[in-house]
């Protein structure tokens, strides 16, 4: 791992935004509330599964410092120009080194527990765009992707 011991704490935040498309017939039924699963309700336990994503980050990529997490929010909304669910994750903590890597695990994670829950569906399911949109703190300050929609397009439903 790179050395951060020197580096002085502060306030880092990091947002990430993807989203994964869904076939007609499984947007309906997410739509209608009818995907019915023994594990619960698609958009709640993904959210769920994306917060203790961004807590075990450290563990699943190599050599990513463990950092403790201030802040963990993770949003899922269905956009039906797009036919898919969105997911933006917000990761803060005040430390040595950012969150970006704790925002992107949460938001693939949430994601891939979308399509866990709704492979009985369907299996034609895309997931993309995967992102980080915005990053605060550390020496590099503020930064904003200008490339990508923002995070508020295409929220619906």
Known sequence: MVSVTAKPSTLREAKALGRILLPPHTFDLLQNNQVHTLKGNV?????????????????LIPLC??????MIDVKLWLCKERRSVECEATVQTTGKTGVEMEALT??????????????????????????VIEKKGGK????????????EEGKSV
Do not use: N
């Not at 958009?43 to 563990?59: C, D, F, P, R, W």
């Open 106 to 131: 949460a938001t693939s994670v949430a994601l891939l527990t979308v399509y866990d829950m709704c492979k009985a569906s369907s299996k034609e399911m895309t997931i993309e765009g995967i992102q």
């Open 43 to 59: 958009l709640t336990v993904a959210q769920i599964a994306g917060i203790q994503a961004a807590k075990s980050t450290s563990q």
């Open 140 to 151: 590099s300050g503020h930064w904003k992707a200008t490339r990508f929609p923002a995070a």
């Open 65 to 70: 410092h463990p950092l403790l997490l201030g």
